[in-house]
């Protein structure tokens, strides 16, 4: 069974919406007919002959949340928000200090 569907999905470090097309290819095994049926497979589903609907979505969904990825990036060089004033860095550029100075070149800078 192929499954090809746009999941939405946030990005960790820009908060950027953005979809993710998902292609999977899954196998389910359908089973009907008796209950003692005997099988190592654990996808197997069993149903029972008076069942005439396969509830489906419910499959479909168990696969959809086996392709989320743990990590959400919109792109693989997402630069994030800037820290400082929280401009969306993969849209503009943004002015702020990237590293605050070393307290030590402060001092340094005093004495200049
Ligand atoms: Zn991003
Ligand atoms: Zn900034």
């Known amino acids: 069974m192929h499954l090809s569907t746009n999941i ?31 099988t190592d497979e654990e996808d197997v589903v069993m149903l029972s002959p008076e069942e005439n609907e396969i509830e489906l979505d419910r499959f479909i969904e168990e ?23 929280g401009v969306n860095l993969n849209v503009q550029s943004c002015n702020c200090p990237k590293e605050t100075l070393d307290p030590r070149w402060q001092k340094l800078k005093e004495l200049l």
């Open 8 to 38: 939405h999905l946030t990005c960790d470090r820009c908060l950027t919406e953005f979809q993710k097309p998902v292609a999977e290819k899954f196998e389910i095994l359908f089973h009907i007919g008796t209950r003692d049926f005997e």
């Open 63 to 85: 696969q959809l949340v086996l392709a989320v990825p743990m990590k959400a990036l919109c792109r693989e060089d997402c630069k994030g928000l800037c820290p400082v004033c």
